[in-house]
């Protein structure tokens, strides 16, 4: 039986498969009596009793009492806004970028040069913290704040504008026409591939937003009242109340923005290269503009070999996202950093740190391959 | 298959190596690597800080090197890792430092995760904001913004104090380093810098362009036992460090100067005198050193108030009061622990 190889094969993996095992409960092991010894407790607990401190800036609402693991996704949200934000804005600038570089205007081309090199050779630590200090060096004091427009004010304090408030009874007929409104995108879009198809529009999509745009303005009307302008009013220092855009998430939004957009610029830039003449060359045989052979032949054909590296950018600017509380933005790694310093639990911590961002950045990961199969060239 | 074997049994003894090495006590590890590890803050004048020069100087950095003239009887022996406040903890659970002398809050979760050995100041929060704010009680403070360093730091807490017990509500911008948070306040973000009263004194006399601009406001809203810090599981590293520091008041206490700790070491009939500067022998042996160790610690660092005095106090830009960090004597709440 020994002589037999697929069964020696069988016995040395699962011999392999037990030394791993073994390795890993001993580390564990180890480690948790090492752990033991200095008097660091292990354990998930304190996840549930209350974070006792407070985060400056959120998307979801969050209070000192709140517990951990709230606050951790709290963080969490703060992370993923700006990751997302910057994804999209630096997909659409970076093409532009890409673009531009292989422009035949030497001053497009330049500026577009100099763009890719700042942010490819400028630490992003750096180019933060320049981009912070500027807000200072620029903008004038609260005191001083250049005036936009009516209510509108920008300083050293960030932007100030005004926003539009309801209140509670209002929430019914908002929401309604908030629906209304996402339900007839679908419907619109579900018509115009119809159109395209049979060559007939469903008419009733138009009327049915005619109904909701009338709908609207009649609540509009009808809650005049406690629908209001909320204008930021000047109170001894700061600005208070309205609509207002903190200098900590504008500074990372834009440092991380320049910084990844300039990586996908050359990205895009190689990706048209790799389109070859030929295609350029049948583009304009039809007769297409320069605009729409970019858009209609080589952009299509260069996003095949877009999108694999794009999908490193993408992640990378989950995890450059870290760096967000250099600027003074709470993110996910600074609040379970707060937790770890507050409960003393900091290998569950990190392990957490680790775990969110794996998974973060696996499903991103995945979503991109997914987009990536559909796009790919199908061989026949 | 054989190496497979071979691997698992290499792994584990390598395992019950290193976990023999874990247990080597601290005092024996300090010995062996030649110098005291401290952990410092990221730069705070007065309390710890690179001069230009790049020397560690300050109280915090004194209360360490006081340690390493004990230790080794050399005060130099001390290396400085600059810790922001989330990192200081584990700094200090993982072996990294020896000794945590840098503004660090005694509190009852932290002293099971470590070992607070002494307090050697006595600190409560303090706001630096422009004098033109005219901010005078604690109810000024409302609708104004706060920079800070983040990371639960007590001085966190006690905004919430403040805006808890007065009714206010003030805006709160926080930063990984005190630093970027100072700057930010220098830049006019915020109207307000916040943290430790000697750190706020320190930063408003060594970085303020024009310190008169800027009025320190202090709410009593906590005060904070500010204390050294050392790994748990060595009694003899935590006797070395409190008499360490001991060492420094009861000298004031005595009225032993670094300049006069000679002539008095010459001169001196008080037995506790003669025995603890080792004149007569003894002191040194129930902790393993030099019979010189209290001598070499008054004559390389100074006595408590000397080391207040240049970092903090008179001699220094802070000119910061004494407070508690006084003698019983003199109104404060520094015991010295008498070496008999």
């Known amino acids: 039986m020994l002589q037999d190889v697929r069964f020696r094969a069988i016995i040395v993996q699962i011999a392999l498969l037990a030394g791993i095992a073994a390795l890993g409960s001993m580390l564990f092991t180890a480690t948790a009596r090492n752990l033991e010894l200095r008097g660091i407790p292990l354990g998930f607990g304190f996840l549930w009793r209350p974070a006792n401190f407070q985060i400056a800036e959120t998307i979801l609402p969050y209070s000192s009492s709140d517990p951990n693991w709230w606050a951790a996704v709290v963080g969490l949200s703060n992370s993923l806004f700006i990751s997302v934000l910057v994804i999209l804005l630096a997909s659409v600038i970076g093409l532009f970028i890409g673009i531009g570089r292989l422009s035949s205007n030497p001053l497009v081309s330049g500026l577009c040069r100099v763009w890719v090199e700042v942010a490819r050779n400028t630490p992003l630590v750096v180019l933060l913290i320049f981009n912070y200090a500027l807000w200072w060096e620029i903008l004038p004091l609260a005191t001083e704040a250049w005036k936009l427009a009516p209510g509108t004010h920008i300083s050293v304090r960030g932007l100030s504008m005004p926003a539009l408030g309801w209140s509670t009874s209002a929430f019914a007929p908002v929401a309604f026409v908030g629906v209304s409104a996402v339900i007839l995108a679908g419907a619109s879009y579900a018509a115009r591939r119809r159109q395209i198809e049979t060559g007939s529009r469903p008419a009733h999509v138009s009327a049915a937003w005619l109904f909701v745009a009338v709908a609207a303005g009649i609540f509009l009307f009808a809650y005049r009242d406690v629908i209001s302008l909320d204008i930021p009013e000047f109170r001894r220092a700061n600005f208070a109340g309205g609509w207002s855009l903190t200098p900590e998430l504008t500074t990372i939004l834009i440092g991380l923005t320049f910084y990844t957009a300039g990586f996908i610029g050359e990205i895009v830039r190689g990706g048209i290269l790799a389109v070859r003449k030929g295609q350029w060359e049948a583009a304009t045989a039809l007769g297409l503009s320069r605009g729409q052979t970019y858009r209609l032949v080589v952009v299509p054909l260069a996003l095949r070999s877009i999108v694999p590296p794009l999908n490193s950018q993408y992640i990378n600017v989950v995890k450059n996202s870290t760096l967000a509380i250099v600027v003074g933005y709470q993110d996910f790694m600074t609040v379970v950093s707060t937790m770890i310093n507050k409960t003393s639990h900091a290998i569950e911590g990190v392990a957490i740190i680790l775990g969110v961002f794996l998974a973060v950045n696996l499903a991103l990961s995945a979503l991109l391959n997914a987009y990536n199969r559909r796009i790919a060239i199908v061989e026949r | ?340």
């Not at chain 2, 023999?20 to 030649?34: F, H, L, P, T």
């Not at chain 2, 406040?85 to 009852?108: C, F, H, K």
């Not at chain 2, 422009?130 to 005078?136: C, E, M, P, T, Y």
């Not at chain 2, 032993?256 to 008095?264: A, F, G, P």
């Open chain 2, 1 to 340: 298959m054989k190496l497979a074997i071979q691997f698992a049994v290499a792994m584990a003894t390598a395992m019950i190596g290193a976990g023999s090495a874990n247990a080597q006590s601290i005092a024996d590890k300090v010995r062996e690597r030649g110098y005291v590890s401290c952990g410092a803050s990221q730069g705070v004048p007065g309390l710890s800080r690179p001069d230009d020069k790049g020397v560690w100087t300050g109280f915090d950095v004194d209360s360490c090197r006081a340690v390493a003239a004990a230790f080794f009887g050399d005060s130099q022996k001390a290396q400085f890792v600059p810790l922001n406040a989330a990192q200081r903890i584990p700094a200090v659970q993982t072996g990294e430092v020896d000794v945590l002398s840098r503004t660090t809050t005694w509190t009852y979760t932290r002293d099971v995760a470590v070992r607070f050995v002494a307090i050697n100041l006595v600190d409560g929060d303090a706001i630096m904001l422009r004098k033109a704010l005219n901010v005078a009680k604690a109810a000024d403070l409302d609708g104004l913004t706060i920079c800070l360093q983040g990371g639960g730091s007590l001085v966190e807490n006690a905004l919430d104090i403040i805006e808890q017990s007065n009714q206010v509500k003030v805006e709160r911008v926080y930063f990984d380093s005190t630093i970027l948070a100072r700057d930010a306040y220098f830049g006019g973000r915020c109207d307000g810098y916040m943290s430790d009263g000697f750190a706020i004194a320190g930063q408003r006399a060594a970085v303020a362009g024009n310190p008169d601009e800027h009025a320190i406001f202090q709410s009593g809203a906590t005060t904070e036992p500010l204390a050294l810090a050392i790994p748990r599981g060595d009694d003899r590293w935590f006797d070395i460090v409190r008499y360490a520091f001991n060492a420094m008041v009861w000298a004031e206490d005595r009225g032993i100067t670094s300049q006069n700790v000679d002539e008095i070491a010459a001169s001196s009939t008080d037995g506790e005198t003669r025995k603890a500067l080792g004149v007569d022998p003894g002191i040194g042996e129930p902790l393993k050193l030099d019979d010189k160790w209290i001598y070499n610690v008054i004559k390389q660092v100074g006595n408590y108030g000397e080391v207040f005095a240049r970092n903090l106090g008179e001699d220094s830009p802070l000119k910061a009061e004494r407070r508690f960090n006084a003698l019983p004597r003199d109104g404060g709440i520094l015991f010295p622990i008498p070496f008999k």
